[in-house]
Structures are given as C-alpha cells and as structure tokens.
C-alpha cells in the first residue's frame, strides 16, 4: 500500500557531496517524523538524521555540520544533503518515515529498500 523509494546513492571521493532523496507514495493519509539511517558492513543500523513534521532536527554527533536532512510535505519526500563526506560514510543509507495509511488507525514505521554510498579515500 506504501512504498519508499530512495535515490542518489554512489560513489564519490572523499570531500565530495551526494544528496540522497526518498519518495513516499501509496495509500498516504499523513506522514509524521521522516528521517535517515545507515548501516555499514558488520555494524548495527545507526541513525543518521531526522526530520518531525514541524521540521524540527536532530543529527548524530558523527555527520553535524557536514550532513542536512530536509522535506518537502507536498511531494512526501526527504533529503540527505551530504557535504564533506569520509570513507567511514560508507553505508547503506535507508529511509524511514512513521505513516498513516488510509484506513488504518495510527502512524507506524516504513522503510525504503536502501541505497549504497561509497565513499572512496
């Protein structure tokens, strides 16, 4: 009924930028908090980025002042801009976003299939 669908991930030097984007679309009556995860070879998913509905945002200590999430409710998107990036951003990076879909009675979680971002040294 619901589908994240990620774009943008790559590959891309050390220093440079990438800017992730994740589309909600489907049966959607209201999206609440959206936000960015990643997971890196034999590590735990972390979170990266969120984003509530009044736009308010928190960052991991690792990726604040490099990395901006934001939102754009008309297109039920988020975006990752990623600036100054480091081979340790290397990851998987999914989207996440809590979702009230028609005829049901709440928010719950959704999640994107995840993008690659390589970032070579």
């Known amino acids: 009924q619901v589908q994240l669908v990620e774009s943008g991930g790559g590959l891309v030097q050390a220093g440079g930028s990438l800017r992730l984007s994740c589309a909600a679309s489907?049966?959607?009556?209201?999206?609440?908090?959206m936000a960015w995860y990643r997971q890196a070879p034999g590590k735990p998913r972390e979170l990266v980025a969120a984003?509530?509905?009044?736009?308010?945002?928190n960052y991991a200590d690792s990726v604040k002042g490099r990395f901006t999430i934001s939102r754009d409710n008309a297109k039920n998107t988020v975006y990752l801009q990623m600036n100054s990036l480091k081979p340790e951003d290397t990851a998987v990076y999914y989207c996440?976003?809590?979702?009230?879909?028609?005829?049901?009675?709440?928010?719950?979680?959704?999640w994107g299939q995840g993008t690659l971002v390589t970032v070579s040294s």
């Open positions: 489907g049966s959607i009556t209201s999206i609440n908090a």
């Open positions: 984003i509530d509905s009044s736009r308010s945002t």
């Open positions: 996440n976003a809590q979702i009230w879909v028609h005829h049901t009675l709440g928010y719950f979680p959704h």
